[in-house]
DNA sequence: GTGGTCTAGACCACC
DNA sequence: GTGGTCTAGACCACA
């Protein structure tokens, strides 16, 4: 996995995020068992407090569980990652509205916007 | 101002981006000097060469231009500028899309969330 | 304030506990100022990163709110502090039911030998 | 065991209320011999001159029995047994009592609390 | 070897 | 001076 951070969100977030979109798009598929803390945190170059603070967010979200001598697992329910999906996608949404409009354009011009684009 | 960086697009792209950002706002307004490379370079902490770097690619653009001895300046030019602001969209644009997608969106039900997110 | 704790459950869930009782109490009124982390760390005798996670707990469950820069407050909602109440009184008559049954009384016996206790 | 002590009541207390413990649940049955002071103490991770204090009491009260050379005996005496359950249990009630006092219940409050935790 | 907790100490943004 | 984040490193229970 190709870990990337921005500087101006904390760590523990992006993480949270990544590893989000790590279960939805299957690659942690629903009831398997996540590499185990140190590893992901030694492969994400980040200390293992700062990502067993993310897991632990997931945690309660319900996204993952912990068992706490064989690891953690993802969900077995597959309702609460079409709803983790969707809750990305409206974070997604709501940063790039925000950055379009930081830019100077509004709502309504930033949808034409990507109908052009996509058109082209 | 407050710079911020990925850990995975280069930082000269970046700053390129960021610094557009400014011209377009109107933070560094059409026709005004740019603070010296020295000190933007130390304000967003990152290597002179770096900053550097950056500011040859906007001049190559036409959107900064270099006086010998008196420093840059923001291009007059507010066709350029317009111009800038679009293209800036585009790349937000694309990279949203692209995100959209790793996530599990066509283009059409990402116009459709966007929609409906704002409604609400 | 005396703070103890017990070597057999975690610290910051006995801080949560005990900070908790001071709200429903009234000596941390409803909408009031708590000290500042530092402080009630140095009180307590406990890290302050360990009663900042406490905090959170009870910041996520909304009994309290941070303000970034000038400190954390009581939640004004007093339901809120009502169902603090509750949950904790909960907490208790299910560790000391379970204590009684380590002793070897069922919860009749409990309930028979308290009515008892309480008229001598 | 678990040994586990609470920072605000004398260890030695605690150290006996617990050994109590171990013998109403048969843990230690009645008429058995006692393991050493010196590898009880180490096992609770107490100091031995702390733990023999504890001893002295359940002595006094007539639960242990020592015999100069053989060691501690656990008392035959199953009543004796009997009325340090009731006393344990008394102890326990008044200090739950105390609690829930101090969060905000009457007595007939608690009672009625229970019963309903109890039926859920 | 797993997750969980705790400490010490540092740095940051915000006002 | 406030809360928030991050790191490094240690120890624990569990099986």
Redesign the interface.
């Known amino acids: 996995m190709?870990w990337?951070?921005?500087?101006?969100r904390p760590i523990y977030l992006q993480l949270k995020e990544q590893i989000t979109?790590l279960i939805?798009?299957g690659q942690y598929p629903a009831g398997s068992r996540l590499p185990p803390v140190r590893d992901m945190a030694a492969d994400a170059a980040v200390n293992p407090n700062t990502l067993q603070k993310a897991l632990q967010e997931l945690e309660?979200e319900g996204l993952v569980y912990a068992q706490r001598t064989s690891g953690r697992f993802v969900t077995e329910d597959e309702k609460m990652i079409e709803q983790a999906?969707n809750q990305?996608?409206?974070e997604?949404?709501?940063r790039?509205?925000e950055?379009?409009a930081?830019?100077?354009?509004t709502?309504e011009e930033?949808?034409a916007?990507?109908?052009k684009?996509?058109k082209e």
């Open positions: 190709n990337s951070f921005q500087t101006d979109l939805i798009s309660r999906k990305l996608a409206a997604q949404i709501d790039f509205i950055k379009m930081g830019i100077g354009f709502v930033t949808l916007l990507i109908s684009r996509v």
